[in-house]
Nanobody, 115 residues
């Protein structure tokens, strides 16, 4: 069964940077898109960034050019470089890989931005 492993979360000061990484294990024949989502307790989970398997990328408006998503669907790996982090970025960040009929989610990794 496919499982997603995330790493890179933690505590960072405002203005600092973190790099989140996600790698899948198991057999995933086809990945159409790889995403990063985030969620604050009591709020909806929201899409942060998406990379399509042709290399095209898309970002939420709140990213404001601060983040960069990269990855390789053939290797089942995706990363999110986050710069200029703000306290409002504090959330649990989730990796997601999407096939045509199935979605796979990571367990989530905590990102805390505080002085």
């Amino acid at each position: 069964q496919v499982q997603l492993e995330e790493s890179g979360g933690g505590l960072v000061r405002p203005g600092g940077s973190l790099r989140l990484s996600c790698a899948a294990t198991g057999r995933l024949v086809s990945i159409n898109a790889m995403d990063w989502w985030r969620q604050v307790p009591g709020e909806q989970r929201e899409l942060v960034a998406r990379i399509i398997n042709d290399g095209s990328v898309d970002y939420a408006t709140f990213v404001k050019d601060r983040f960069t998503i990269s990855g390789d669907s053939t290797k089942m790996r995706v990363s999110l470089q986050m710069n200029s982090l703000e306290p409002e970025d504090t959330a649990v960040y989730y990796c997601k890989m999407s096939g045509i009929f199935h979605d796979y989610w990571g367990q989530g990794t905590q990102v805390t931005v505080a002085a």
